[in-house]
């Protein structure tokens, strides 16, 4: 990729001499491996890989798009003056709009780390160990079927602008997920995990697949004979998964600068408002180890850790570029594509809780007669960023009978106004989870995207149950 940024280059000159105000190109090389193993064979086996570069051209305030395949300077240059023609043709049938907010676009390279690239590995060691984890989950009795996937991916992007910026960012990415299903007298239910981590194939072929795949297993069975609980207002502990997926679905996508600044979020005109207790402290972090790796977002923007949280305030928005100059603050780094075709988005990253002073033991203790909450078998929701409402269909849960974990539930949802949970958070665990996954992610205008998102356990009194 690095033998066309001298043509990329060229091509923004071209258009910033034909009155682009600014333009900016990411150059992307992709790759994506998926394996799935269906109770005795290989049922699926994919590659696929993708190379490309995308240009953006502000224009009157207005940005135009264009991308290309094709690498030689000629085409380059002309998808260059397409994305200029399209961001004037904008211009001229709308009002014009604000400038871009300045930012530190420097010259950087940015790789994760990783030892065994998993491109490299042997297909027959993955699916020796798909073929390991399915086989432990149908051992165990009562599971009917069981599948398991490996995936692996490497994204490889290069962000150039034409005020002079540079920026090279790298990653891989591999997991390893289970599904598995159960029957009992009171029908079939399924409950999945996922293992991902921005790492190399070292991380999957290091994981304990017997023991992963057992317990999943088990919990599938546990989860076909629980009862479904009686809808209502509980006294609830979320485990650090239940939590990451509030956050990011509920609070995280609020707090996405184009959206506040269309008016379609809840936390619009709240800056500076008590939404919480001062033991709830909320951050977007591109680095975060457990998480995805986004060192520099899709404008060049350096991504550190955001508080948009802090000790129950509400102190930022995240924003990119065209968002901050609007909001009146700086960019974020939260600027993502899905790849070089796409229109930039303010995206999350690694969106979390941060921990606080209870020990888990201790907020199980503190929660006594409770419901705790976990989201293995999790199958989403809905959420209305403009309303701050939501619910969640969340996996297998238990009843809390003096903090201790008695019978199973099944069929739990939680739905509410996330304002609502906030301000009912009673206590922050100390422990901290985040997690990202190479199967999925978070969409947004029809574009996908890796994030991670988690928390510690929280105890929140008076969330609304869902069952029968």
Not at 133 to 155: C, M, N, P, W
Request: contains cysteine.
């Amino acid at each position: 990729m690095d033998e066309i940024v001298g043509n990329v280059q060229d091509a923004l000159t071209r258009v910033t001499r034909m009155g682009a105000e600014y333009a900016d190109a990411r150059i992307q090389a992709y790759e994506y491996e998926l394996i799935v193993y269906d109770k005795n064979r290989v049922s699926d086996y994919s590659y696929s890989t993708t190379r490309g570069v995308g240009f953006r051209v502000f224009y009157a305030g207005r940005q135009g798009y264009a991308s290309t395949t094709a690498t030689d300077k000629q085409s380059l240059v002309e998808a260059a003056l397409q994305a200029l023609k399209n961001a004037k043709a904008i211009a001229a049938a709308s009002k014009p709009s604000g400038p871009t907010a300045d930012s530190a676009i420097g010259k950087d390279t940015a790789e994760s780390s990783y030892k065994v690239d998993p491109f490299t590995v042997p297909e027959e060691d993955k699916i020796g160990l798909l073929r390991k984890a399915v086989e432990t989950a149908l051992a165990v009795d009562g599971v009917v079927s069981a599948i398991a996937r490996f995936g692996a991916q490497k994204d490889r992007r290069i962000i150039v602008s034409s005020d002079g910026g540079l920026v090279r960012v790298s990653s891989v990415t591999t997991g390893l997920s289970l599904a598995a299903v159960a029957r009992s007298e009171k029908g079939l239910e399924i409950v999945g995990d996922s293992w991902s981590r921005v790492s190399g194939w070292e991380y999957v072929s290091s994981l304990d697949v017997d023991s992963l795949s057992a317990e999943t297993a088990r919990l599938s069975v546990e989860a076909s004979r629980a009862s479904v609980p009686r809808s209502g207002r509980y006294t609830v502990v979320l485990e650090p998964e239940v939590v990451g997926l509030l956050m990011h679905e509920a609070l995280g996508h609020a707090s996405e600068g184009d959206l506040v600044v269309a008016g379609a979020s809840i936390l619009r005109g709240r800056l500076g408002e008590r939404l919480a207790g001062e033991h709830v402290t909320v951050v977007d972090d591109g680095l975060h180890p457990d998480g995805y790796y986004v060192p520099y977002d899709d404008e060049g923007v350096r991504k550190g850790k955001t508080v948009v949280i802090e000790k129950g305030v509400l102190r930022r928005y995240l924003a990119g570029r065209a968002e901050a100059a609007v909001l009146g603050q700086d960019p974020t780094g939260n600027s993502r594509v899905m790849n070089y075709k796409s229109p930039i988005l303010v995206r999350q990253t690694n969106y979390y809780i941060e921990p606080g002073d209870w020990k888990p033991e201790e907020i199980m203790e503190e929660a006594g007669n409770a419901i705790y909450v976990t989201a293995k078998g999790s199958k989403g929701g809905e959420v209305d960023p403009a309303a701050g409402t939501f619910t969640f269909s969340v996996g297998i849960s238990w009843e809390l009978e003096k903090g201790e974990r008695k019978r199973p539930l099944r069929g739990v949802t939680l739905s509410g106004m996330i304002l609502d949970v906030l301000k009912s958070i009673r206590a922050v665990g100390s422990d901290l989870k985040v997690k990202t996954s190479v199967f999925g992610g978070c969409g947004k205008n029809g574009q996908l995207v890796r994030v991670g998102d988690g928390g510690p356990h929280l105890l929140v009194e008076n969330l609304v149950i869902g069952g029968r």
